[in-house]
């Protein structure tokens, strides 16, 4: 067989990361401490033109590659784009973090590219083992920057937890689709969503693959009762780790369930539809309610993380066009409010010390005003007020819900959003209401100010013309 050279066009993004990485990985070794900054600067630039190579190379329809085994659409093009934008603006509000604890070391830089890698295999797999490779990538990324500040117990057991649990999950994928391979004769989405129409087909293997595999979702996504390595994790890594892991990868994730459920196991949406909807309900009730009672913001965001997966989550239960477009709008819009709500976070934090405390927030309006607002905003919007994109977020994903007469459901979804409302208000609360503990003039460079500024404006503006988002992920399904 001859290979045909143009069959690399459609992955070229994915091509250029790796080379990027490879090359980062190369000339960090060179490089003095003080020169640091050489590593952060080449990561940047490859993520813009990682940006331009997508754009350019975007086809005008769906291309399948490499035996079927990738996939090139609109929807990966555009949660590309998002992972990249999204990554960057992590790396950004990391870098004097990192400085300021001498961890400003290339190997973040290498590691954070190569997970951007694993999201980007994940979001253009078109079978069941190129899934399960970018999965894996991403994941062992993770493991490793999770205990990047080596000197930290918190971060070793975050680490541990994480792998540990992790290993179970991916072990419990791997049963899922095996068990589908035995029952349909194939790994290929479009291979298996055409088996699962043969009559002959053994449905009872079927579901239980279904159920291995969901379970191995509901753990990358942060699910409730798959929850348990998420308040352990953002406890415990360094904050810079957090803010990259606590945004894109729910963008992966989303791919992930799309790819999975919808484009393999699309015959069985009455089989997964239900398992969703209990994965759903549970998160958002047990994350609303427990997040009450935190003291640690990074573990209050944890766990308001797995209150919005359960949103996210019913999106796709929908199964329509609508709920999968409200579905995305959604973890498009989770990741830029949870990069914008760590960057405060970092930005509080100094040598030293940690802004982890919901006190270390108090009187936040009197110490700087600007940032106190931006602050607002994001709380805002993760509390669904209006007229900020986080409210509209949340009723893209209720209305998909309603159409498809299960107003129940979105009755739950509001129901706990109110309570998550409380947690969201009560940092408000703090930090114009009770007076200032810690004096300390807050300092970030201007790189850093601008990006948190258009960060926190985002919340207003995505919200007032929501619109253009959501035009682009209507487009993405057609």
């Not at 015959?267 to 969703?276: A, V």
């Not at 003291?295 to 965001?301: E, P, Q, S, V």
Request: aromatic share 12%.
């Amino acid at each position: 067989m001859q290979f045909d050279t143009s069959s690399l066009i459609p992955v070229l993004p994915e091509i250029f990361i790796l080379t990027a990485a490879c090359v980062v990985l190369v000339v960090d070794l060179f490089l003095k401490d003080e020169q640091r900054v050489i590593s952060y600067g080449m990561t940047q630039i490859s993520l813009l033109l990682a940006i331009v190579i997508t754009l350019m190379t975007a086809p005008a329809e769906t291309r399948i590659v490499f035996d079927g085994s990738v996939v090139r659409d609109g929807m990966s093009d555009i949660l590309k784009i998002a992972i990249f934008i999204i990554s960057g603006g992590a790396f950004l509000y990391s870098k004097e973090y990192l400085r300021d604890r001498d961890l400003f070391k290339g190997e973040y830089y290498v590691l954070g590219l190569f997970a951007v890698l694993g999201m980007m295999v994940m979001v253009s797999a078109n079978s069941f083992l190129t899934v399960y490779l970018g999965l894996e990538l991403l994941a062992l990324c993770f493991y490793a920057l999770v205990a990047f500040n080596r000197d930290s117990e918190d971060g070793s057991e975050a680490a541990m937890k994480y792998f540990v649990l992790g290993a179970l999950a991916s072990g419990m994928l791997l049963y899922g689709i095996s068990m589908i391979y035995g029952a349909t004769g194939s790994i290929g989405f479009q291979a298996v969503s055409e088996g699962l129409a043969n009559p002959d087909v053994n449905k009872m293997v079927l579901v239980f693959g279904l159920v291995f595999v969901v379970i191995g979702l509901a753990f990358k996504f942060g699910a409730v009762p798959f929850h348990m390595w998420v308040p352990d994790v953002y406890q415990g890594a360094p904050t810079a780790v957090v803010t990259f892991l606590g945004s894109t990868p729910k963008i992966a994730a989303f791919a992930l369930a799309m790819r999975m459920l919808v484009d393999g196991l699309g015959g069985l949406h009455g089989d997964w539809q239900y398992m969703l909807v209990i994965l759903a309900i549970l998160s958002m009730g047990v994350g609303n309610v427990f997040a009450i009672a935190q003291g640690n913001i990074k573990r209050m965001l944890a766990y308001s993380t797995i209150s919005h997966v359960g949103f996210i989550l019913l999106g796709i239960l929908a199964g329509t066009s609508k709920g999968y477009t409200a579905a995305m709008f959604y973890s498009i819009v989770y990741a830029i409010m949870a990069l914008g709500a760590f960057g405060i976070v970092m930005l509080l934090s100094r040598r030293g010390f940690e802004a982890e405390n919901l006190e270390d927030y108090k009187g936040l309006g009197e110490r700087s005003p600007w940032f106190a607002g931006m602050m607002l905003l994001v709380m805002f919007s993760m509390a669904g007020v209006p007229p900020t994109v986080g409210f509209f977020a949340k009723m893209f994903v209720l209305e998909a819900v309603i159409s498809i007469d299960m107003t129940w459901l979105a009755l739950v979804g509001v129901f706990f959003s109110i309570i998550g409302a409380f947690y969201y208000l009560r940092i408000v609360k703090l930090m114009y209401f009770d007076k200032p503990v810690d004096e300390t003039p807050l300092t970030a460079g201007m790189d850093t100010q601008i990006a948190l500024t258009i960060n926190g404006l985002s919340m207003l503006v995505l919200g007032m013309f929501p619109a253009s988002l959501l035009s682009l992920c209507a487009a993405a399904f057609g």
